[in-house]
């Protein structure tokens, strides 16, 4: 939708601020044009509004670079609210913004020191340290937020991500049981741990990424990666040196993966891949050793 800004007084750019703000539209480009155009001069006469509106300019103007028009209204705001850890926020998003990493992290130091429950300045010095490439670092800042903040899925599934990165796949393994103790039923959370522990190798690691690749299969039946690793899982297991008994089923679960599999690929038929799956899924499974059953 086009805005003729030429057209419009300041009550009707309040009223579209006031909308978008209820519709979570951020609408940035929009939000500093009329800014600029109609109510930067006329924002007293909003009332009780104001500092709404200029809380919504501020994010516009991160979002579209303009780092001069948030300086102002977060300016405005501080000589109303002296000292607000709100405002502050503002002022380490501005200084992120810009790449003044060294500065933001000193702005979200103190409001940390002065508020140690906010999690918010927490999680943003974490994302200051990963976009420098302090991994360690951050990776010591989102345990310290995690012994305050246990219940936070978000952070542990962030953290798991750190550790990949770092090659520590037991920590890494350690994070996603945590996220899955608060999400027992989804097939994703499930689907990853088992890859993670599948990559870890090892048989032990492998029975039990084959237990998480079927429970994700349970939770959802159309989970083709999820077979596919459970396919992997009991293939391994076929060729290894276990008794006789347990390879004969890992046998057969196999081909069980493999025939769901071909279920679901030929259901699937417009995915340009789907042969290439399927050769590659019978071509391993012909690897099996069933001489030895």
């Not at 977060?74 to 992120?96: Q, Y």
Request: some cysteine; aromatic content about 8%.
């Amino acid at each position: 939708m086009s805005l003729n800004y030429e057209e419009m007084c300041w009550k009707d750019v309040r009223d579209y601020f006031r909308k978008w703000r209820e519709d979570n539209e951020r609408r940035s480009d929009d939000v500093i044009q009329l800014w600029e155009a109609v109510l930067e001069d006329k924002v007293i006469k909003t009332g009780n509004e104001k500092n709404l509106i200029l809380e919504q300019v501020i994010v516009a103007a991160l979002d579209t670079a303009r780092f001069d028009i948030a300086g102002k209204c977060i300016k405005e705001l501080s000589s109303e609210f002296p000292g607000s850890l709100r405002v502050m926020k503002f002022k380490a998003m501005r200084l992120e913004a810009m790449e003044r990493y060294n500065d933001a992290l000193e702005v979200l130091d103190a409001i940390i020191a002065k508020d140690e429950t906010n999690a918010a300045p927490r999680k943003r010095k974490v994302a200051i340290l990963k976009a420098k490439g302090r991994r360690i670092e951050a990776i010591k800042e989102l345990n310290e937020y995690l012994k305050k903040f246990m219940s936070d899925q978000e952070a542990w599934h962030e953290l798991c991500n750190l550790y990949l990165a770092e090659g520590d796949y037991a920590k890494a393994a350690f994070c996603m049981e945590e996220v899955l103790l608060h999400n027992p039923h989804s097939h994703l959370i499930h689907q990853r741990l088992a890859e993670i522990r599948y990559t870890m190798g090892g048989m032990d690691n492998i029975e039990l990424a084959r237990t998480y690749f079927s429970q994700a299969i349970k939770l959802n039946p159309k989970n083709l990666r999820a077979l596919y690793g459970f396919y992997l899982c009991c293939t391994m297991i076929a060729n290894s040196r276990a008794v006789g008994t347990k390879r004969k089923e890992a046998q057969k679960m196999a081909q069980w993966a493999l025939n769901q599999t071909s279920v679901l690929t030929a259901k699937r038929s417009t995915i340009e891949n789907n042969e290439e799956l399927i050769d590659a899924l019978e071509g391993a499974f012909a690897n099996l050793d069933v001489k030895s059953m």
